[in-house]
C-alpha cells in the first residue's frame, strides 16, 4: 500500500478537464508544500509536470495545474488532448526520516 | 543539457550481486541529490534513497535500509545501486533522477531493467 492515495484511473474526453486526487496525512501533504506531480508514458521515465505544489517546470503546458488544500493535493489538466494518457504519480516530501513518498498513481484515459 | 545516463539491461541469477551505474553530465554533479526510484513490473514508483555525490552523504527508504547500497564516485560524475546477494523479488526497472529539494526530481535518467531469475 502506498503512502500517498490516488485514484486508480481517471477517464475525459478530448478538451474536457480532470483532476487527480493525492491524499496523504499531517506527516507529509498536510505540513508541507512540497509536493510534486509526474507523468509517465508507457516504456519512457517519468517527467516531471509539477513541483512545490503549483509551480511549472519550464516547457510545461500550462494546462497543467496544482493544488493543494490541507492533506490531499490535486493535479488538474485542461483541454484534455490525447497525448496527455499516461500514468500520474505524486510524491510529497514527508521530512527527514521517511523523506519521500509516492502515491500509488493514476491511469489517465483519453477517451 | 543536463542529462542522467543510466547502465544497461541486466540479468542475473539469485544470489548473484549487481551494481548499476547512473552518470550525470551538463551541471555540477557534487552539487546535487541524486535518488534511485524502484518501479516493479506493472507497478507505481517508490522511493529507495538520495546520495550526495560531494561528500556520499546517503538517506535511504526505511523500506530499502539494509537491502542495497547507493554510492558515488564524484571523479567520473556516477552513482551506483548495488546489491549484494539478489532475490527474484528485486526484478525491477530502476531509476535514477537527480533531486534537487523536498521531491522535486529532474530529470531521470532512461532506466535499467533488472531481471532476477534462475
Known amino acids: 500500500q502506498s503512502a500517498l492515495t490516488q485514484p486508480a484511473s481517471v477517464s475525459g474526453s478530448p478538451g474536457q478537464s480532470i483532476t487527480i486526487s493525492c491524499t496523504g496525512t499531517?506527516?507529509?501533504?498536510?505540513?508541507?508544500?512540497?509536493v510534486s506531480w509526474y507523468q509517465q508514458h508507457p516504456g519512457k521515465a517519468p517527467k516531471l509536470m509539477i513541483y512545490?505544489?503549483?509551480k511549472r517546470p519550464s516547457g510545461v503546458s500550462n494546462r497543467f495545474s496544482g493544488s493543494k488544500s490541507g492533506n490531499t493535493a490535486s493535479l488538474t489538466i485542461s483541454g484534455l488532448q490525447a497525448e496527455d494518457e499516461a500514468d500520474y504519480y505524486c510524491?510529497?516530501?514527508?521530512?527527514?526520516?521517511?523523506?519521500?513518498?509516492f502515491g500509488g498513481g493514476t491511469k489517465l484515459t483519453v477517451l | 543539457e543536463v542529462q542522467l545516463v543510466q547502465s544497461g539491461a541486466e540479468v542475473k541469477k539469485p544470489g548473484e550481486s549487481l551494481k548499476i551505474s547512473c552518470k550525470g553530465s551538463?551541471?555540477?554533479?557534487?552539487?546535487?541529490?541524486i535518488g534511485w526510484v524502484r518501479q516493479m513490473p506493472g507497478k507505481g514508483l517508490e522511493w529507495m534513497g538520495i546520495?550526495?555525490?560531494?561528500?556520499?552523504?546517503?538517506r535511504y527508504s526505511p523500506s530499502f535500509q539494509g537491502q542495497v547500497t547507493i554510492s558515488a564516485d564524484k571523479s567520473i560524475s556516477t552513482a551506483y545501486l548495488q546489491w549484494s546477494s539478489l532475490k527474484a523479488s528485486d526484478t525491477a526497472m530502476y531509476y535514477c533522477?537527480?533531486?534537487?529539494?523536498?521531491?522535486?526530481?529532474?530529470?531521470w535518467g532512461q532506466g535499467t531493467l533488472v531481471t532476477v531469475s534462475s
Open positions: 533522477a537527480r533531486h534537487l529539494s523536498g521531491s522535486l526530481f529532474d530529470p
Open positions: 551538463g551541471y555540477s554533479f557534487t552539487s546535487y541529490w
Open positions: 546520495i550526495y555525490p560531494g561528500d556520499s552523504d546517503t
Open positions: 499531517s506527516s507529509d501533504v498536510g505540513s508541507y508544500n512540497l
Open positions: 512545490e505544489g503549483s
Open positions: 510524491c510529497s516530501y514527508a521530512g527527514s526520516s521517511t523523506y519521500v513518498v
